[in-house]
């Protein structure tokens, strides 16, 4: 119903900056509300940010003042900006979004397929 489809990612340097993107597609939905998560090796998968359909942001306290999420809503895509990259940064990092299906009437959570971010020198 709702494919997640990612672009972004690669190696960049520390103190550098990477965006990534992410554009839903499919029929017969509406999106609530959309977001990056990440996963490193050896932790569990954590939230990033996440962005309303009114705008409304919410940031972990690890990337406050250094990512931006943002979407636009004319091209139907998200972007993550992520600045001042620090190697604890390096991680998988996941579309998120949360999407009201109109034939069931009810919320669901889907995922992207991932996309690989390494902050190293």
């Known amino acids: 119903q709702v494919q997640l489809v990612e672009s972004g990612g690669g190696l960049v340097q520390p103190g550098g900056s990477l965006r990534l993107s992410c554009a839903p597609s499919g029929s017969g939905f509406s999106i609530d509300v959309m977001g990056w998560y990440r996963q490193a090796p050896g932790k569990q998968r954590e939230m990033v940010a996440l962005?309303?359909?009114?705008?409304?942001?919410n940031y972990a306290d690890s990337v406050k003042g250094r990512f931006t999420v943002s979407r636009d809503h004319a091209v139907n895509t998200e972007y993550l900006q992520m600045n001042s990259l620090r190697p604890e940064d390096s991680a998988v990092y996941y579309c998120?979004?949360?999407?009201?299906?109109?034939?069931?009437?009810?919320?669901?959570?889907?995922w992207g397929q991932g996309t690989r971010v390494t902050v190293s020198s």
């Open positions: 962005i309303t359909t009114g705008g409304i942001t």
């Open positions: 998120y979004a949360r999407a009201y299906i109109r034939r069931t009437m009810d919320q669901k959570d889907y």
